[in-house]
């Protein structure tokens, strides 16, 4: 595998997210993004990376937490129309409220058909190749930093971002979203969420 280091651009952040971008420019950016100059087995990596960022974007997860996941903790049986991540770990809790509450879990589907059906194909289509016990095994927190901002352009917590705000422009209801994400403060999504006028066009005509 040739290194590639990560982004020359600099450190990004929220604000370099200015706009919401909606599902369908998501799944462009995944599938046709720059696959990483792998020199051994690459459709099989490729395969894995769109995976990764597909689970990230739809699970509105940090990195981290997307390397933890076992493939054990899909359930296809729970919920109809749906594969049910059981037990996923939130992990970035001050440790007041970890010797508190302990780690937060939550339970979140990924849809089998409609808009977002696509993405959760490229999931389980590296489910089936994933040669181990955990859904992305031998892979980094740098290594998959960097994977995704070779491939996209972007960084894990643009998708992170994208995925809480389209809920909230869904749902319309930040409370709601920060509940079934396990954030443990609505004002956390702030940092996250954008959306335009455009998004709200209809509303905001008032009739």
């Not at 995944?30 to 099989?44: A, K, T, V």
């Not at 509450?101 to 089936?128: A, H, N, Q, V």
């Not at 016990?133 to 960084?155: M, Q, S, Y």
């Amino acid at each position: 595998m040739t290194e590639v280091s990560r982004s020359k651009r600099g450190r990004r952040t929220m604000r370099d997210i200015r706009v919401f971008v909606p599902p369908g420019e998501i799944l462009k950016l995944i599938l046709q993004g720059d696959p990483w100059p792998y020199r051994r087995d690459p459709e099989s990596y490729l395969c894995r990376d769109q995976a990764l960022i597909s689970f990230i974007y739809m699970m509105g997860c940090r990195i981290n937490e997307a390397l933890k996941v076992f493939k054990t903790q899909f359930d296809w049986e729970e919920t109809p129309g749906h594969i049910t991540v059981k037990d996923f770990r939130i992990s970035k809790r001050t440790e007041r409220i970890l010797r508190r509450e302990g780690i937060p879990r939550i339970d979140l589907g990924l849809p089998l058909d409609g808009l977002f059906s696509p993405f959760t194909d490229l999931i389980l289509k590296w489910y089936d190749l994933s040669p181990g016990p955990k859904l992305f095994p031998n892979l980094g927190t740098r290594r998959a930093w960097e994977i995704v901002d070779h491939h996209t352009g972007k960084w894990p917590h643009y998708f992170r971002s994208q995925r809480i705000s389209w809920m909230v422009n869904k749902v319309r209801s930040p409370l709601i979203v920060a509940e079934i994400l396990g954030v443990k403060s609505p004002q956390t999504l702030a940092h996250y969420y954008k959306t335009s006028w455009k998004e709200h066009i209809e509303d905001l005509k008032g009739e």
